[in-house]
Every structure is written in C-alpha cells, then in structure tokens.
C-alpha cells in the first residue's frame, strides 16, 4: 500500500479535528508542512477576519481571494494594506460590477443580518469571471455565551453563452455557538455546511451579473438557514429528548401508544 498523500490527510486531519479550533489547526499544519501552506489556504474554509481600509476608514473582510502575499485588497479602495506593488486587481469592467455587487451586498447585509461586515471580491477570467461574497455576524460575549459568530462563503464562476450566462455557486456556512457559565455549563455547537448549485440565467448587461449573483446568494442563504434551522437543531433536539424525556416515560408512552391507535383506526 503507497503512502497517503500529505494534502489528503491534511485535510482528513482538519474534518476530525474541533470545528472551533480550524484557524489554529490550519497554522499548526502550515508550518509542518510549508509547501503546502498555498493549497490549503485555497481550500480550508475557516471563519472570517475583518480589517479597517486605511483610505476609506470602512471594515471590510480578508481570504485568501483577496491576498497577494501578506497584504489584503480593500474592496473599497481596491488598494492593498500593506502596500504593494504589482498586486493582482480585477480590470476596469470587473472593477466597476465589483463596486456595485459590494453597494448591493451591503444593502443585503443590513436587511438580513442587521449588522455584521460584507465584502465581495471579483476576477477576471479567460472565458467570464469569478467571485466571491462574504458575510460575517458576531455577538458580543455576555453572562451565558461565550461566543456566536455566522460566516458565508460564497464563491462564484460566471461563464458567458451568448444571451445567457452559466453559473456555478459553492457555498459554504461556518456557524460557532459556545456558552460556558455557572448557570448552563459548557456547551459548543459548531460546524460548517457545504452546498453547490449551477444554473444559467439571462443577463441584460454586467447589472444584469450582479443581480444573478445575488439572487443566488439569497436563495441559497435562505436554503441553507432552513437546513441548520430543521436538520441540524432538529436533530440535536431529537437526541436530546431521547436521552433525557421533559416528562415522565410512562406519559410518553401512553401518548405514542394513542398515536398509534388513531393511525391503525384511520387505516381500517
């Protein structure tokens, strides 16, 4: 049997290890393994940070899409902090939709989160462009939680046929929530989720990309709130209620046993 290959296991490794703890794990990994460091940045998700543009004074949010280096691309003034030269910028018609999906975004931002950082970066491509839109909410520590955070990765292709224009959209949803008081004791329910959806849409000129693009991004932020909402807290709370019933076994099974009864009458 060969020998497993070091970019698997490493993110073999990053699956098994604490959700919570991936920024940390994915530094650890990168110093072991230096010449990995480009491609597992590229491809670990890992919550969101915010910086503030020195020129516009706004905060917007760092990845790897929009790093040259050791210095990140504020969408607002599309210059790098630190400083750089030569640093990779979308051209002038990427630029200008660029400006208006972030104009737009931060529209959306506000209306559904009330708060938090977006930020959208766009690039060029040989037969379309690329992209990817953001989002970041935090909650302020109090007495019973110790953290909270949701965090969108949204990362797009556009691929241009004639009126129409093909798109593939990966997103994914990073979701932290930890308490640890007297009160509650400690608990941590973290994780991410992955979806991936392609469909091709008219386009009425580069608006009619933003307005594609978003329309995506609604529906799939909208799809994905309902899976966490109704698979994941639903079964959590499904668990939990067969570990630990909120009242006594024997009402419980008297009240299956009537269920029961009422669906063999109907089926008579």
Known sequence: MGEPDQFDSALDLLRRLPP???????????TLLPDLTEDLLSSVDQPLSAQRCPKTG????????????????????????????????PSERIRQMEIKANEAFDVYRELY???GVSSVYFWDLDDGFAGVVLLKKSSPKTATLSAASWDSIHVFEATSRARTS????TSTVILTLSTNSPTLGAMDLSGNMTRQVETDMAVDGDVGHVSNVGKLVEDMESRMRGLLQEVYFGKAKDVVSDLRSIQPLTETNKDKATHQEMINSMKR
């Open 20 to 30: 919570t703890q991936i920024s940390t794990n994915l530094s650890y990994l990168t």
């Open 58 to 89: 706004r905060d917007y949010l760092i990845c790897d899409y929009n790093r040259d280096g050791d210095s990140y691309r504020s969408p607002w003034s599309n210059e790098f902090d630190p400083p750089i030269e030569d640093g990779t910028i």
């Open 113 to 115: 989160y009330e708060g």
């Open 166 to 169: 093909h798109y593939k959209l």
